[in-house]
């Protein structure tokens, strides 16, 4: 059976990165994007990782520029923006497609795992986030208008 383990993604150095090393993890995946009119949840999403990581949560963000290019940085001007301006804490990847023919195959399979509104598979548009049980599972997928805290629930629900 597919999981999210079975996938490599590379981190924001460029490394590549089993996502089997979350194993019996807790994962809350993200597209992010520092310009984006929602880039504030970043803070939310900072506060729900240090609240629950203690108990086997992790998050990822995964910058994507393919929204009103929202995210024109490198991977060092996103790590910057997001030291200085969230103090964020949490894992942030490499920059990646996540619609279209190249849309990073990680992110096709969480779109075929829980489609997002009417049943269409795309991703609207920054911050949507995906809910990874301990099984590797997608259980949840959250449109980007969701509030972190409002995730904080079905995060609990699945601890």
Do not use: H
């Not at 940085?73 to 942030?92: P, S, V």
């Amino acid at each position: 059976m597919e999981t999210i383990y079975n996938f490599s993604v590379k981190d924001g150095s460029l490394e590549d990165i089993s996502l089997s090393k979350y194993k019996k993890k807790i994962i809350l995946i993200v597209n992010v994007a520092s310009y984006c009119g929602l880039t504030y949840q970043y803070k939310g999403l900072e506060n729900i990782y240090k609240k629950f990581k203690d108990n086997d949560f992790e998050i990822i963000g995964f910058p994507c520029n393919q929204f009103a290019f929202q995210e024109p940085g490198n991977n060092e001007e996103i790590k910057e923006f997001c030291d200085a301006n969230y103090g964020i804490t949490f894992k942030i990847m490499d920059k990646i497609k996540v619609n279209g023919p190249k849309a990073d195959p990680l992110f096709k399979f969480l779109k075929k795992q829980k489609s997002g509104i009417a049943g269409t598979p795309q991703i609207k548009w920054n911050f949507t986030k995906f809910l990874i049980n301990r099984d590797g599972m997608v259980v949840k997928r959250f449109g980007p208008k969701v509030e972190p805290k409002e995730i904080e629930s079905s995060i609990q629900e699945i601890l």
